[in-house]
Every structure is written in structure tokens, then in C-alpha cells.
């Protein structure tokens, strides 16, 4: 399979990086993958679709030993997984999340269900807030690493998590729903 990735990649020295990013990260994308999809087969496609997306962009890719390198792959496989999970069969997610919250208790599960409700507003934003919130309060990303991650200047991302967390915060008190 990794000669498949191999292929998109352009150099000798992209593809020697890049065996080093598969065999550094791999298990750690399919451990964060089976934790949303609870399914292996279905964890390991979301790891293959991740590395394929790294391979297409592999000049985003910074140091594979760096912690930005470890975040970035963990947002995307957490992306692609996450997807997958909204794809299944109707029945399928529903099992999933029964099976979810039989294993919780009551508090946890509002929790959960408030976290969920800010995480579905944030990603009905804009692009523009979208995406540092996302990084900001999900992955939590500090605002001089998105900054450094985006390419965009410090003082540009505080704003827009100002910004965006106001906008997503008074969706939420409203009580209204981020699918609208």
C-alpha cells in the first residue's frame, strides 16, 4: 500500500520523508479513527484516505518528529473519519450512538451533547472562522501555532476566535440549530 502514496510523490527525498511520516504516525491514525468509527476495517480506510490527502499535499508537511506534524494528521484523519461516520447507513449511526451513550453516564452524555451542539455550530461558519476555531477548541491548538499553521499573523487568528466564539456562542444560547 505505501508504494501506492509513493507514486504522488515527486522526489526521492519526499518519498524517504514520507515513509518516515507513514511508519511514525500510522498506528497513531488508526488508533484515533477506530475511536470514532469503532471499526477496524473502517478505521484503516480512514487512514488510507488521510495518507492519500498527505501525499497530494505533502508540501504542507513540516518535520515529521514536530508536534504541528503530529496535530495535522490527527485533524485530518479525525476529518476524513468523522465524515465516514456522517456517510453510514442511518441505522448504523444510530447503533453507534446508542451503544455510545449506553457506556456513559447522564452528565457526561449532556456534556457530550453541548460539546456536540458547539462543534456543529463551528463547523456551519464561515471558512474564515471555521477553521481556527476548529483548530482552536478541538485540537487544541494554540493561536500561535494556528497562525503558524495558516500562515496568517497572531494577532489575525485571536480575532477570529474572539470573533467566531461570540458568533457561536449566541447560536448556542438562542438554542438554534446549526443545520439550518
Do not use: W
Not at 484516505?49 to 485533524?75: H, M, S, W
Not at 451513550?101 to 451542539?117: F, G, L, P
Not at 499573523?153 to 461570540?166: H, N
Request: hydrophobic share 40%; with cysteine.
Amino acid at each position: 500500500m505505501l508504494q501506492m502514496y509513493l507514486l504522488i510523490l515527486d522526489s526521492p527525498e519526499e518519498e524517504c520523508k514520507f515513509r518516515a511520516l507513514y511508519y511514525s504516525y500510522s498506528k497513531l491514525l488508526h488508533y484515533v479513527a477506530r475511536g470514532i468509527l469503532k471499526d477496524d476495517m473502517l478505521a484503516e480506510d480512514a487512514v488510507q484516505e488521510t495518507f492519500i490527502r498527505v501525499a497530494k499535499n505533502f508540501a504542507k508537511v513540516g518535520a515529521v518528529d514536530c508536534p504541528q506534524t503530529r496535530k495535522f494528521l490527527v485533524v485530518i484523519v479525525r476529518r476524513v473519519s468523522l465524515t465516514m461516520l456522517d456517510k453510514r447507513e442511518p441505522a448504523e449511526a444510530d447503533e453507534a450512538i446508542e451503544t455510545r451513550t449506553a457506556e456513559i453516564s447522564y452528565e457526561q452524555y449532556q456534556t457530550q451533547e453541548r460539546y456536540a451542539d458547539v462543534v456543529d455550530n463551528i463547523l456551519m461558519l464561515s471558512e474564515t472562522y471555521k477553521q481556527v476555531l476548529y483548530l482552536h477548541y478541538v485540537f487544541q491548538y494554540t493561536a500561535a501555532e494556528i497562525a503558524n499553521l495558516l500562515e496568517l499573523p497572531v494577532e489575525t487568528v485571536k480575532k477570529r476566535i474572539q470573533r467566531g466564539k461570540k458568533i457561536v456562542m449566541d447560536r448556542v444560547a438562542k438554542g438554534a440549530d446549526p443545520h439550518e
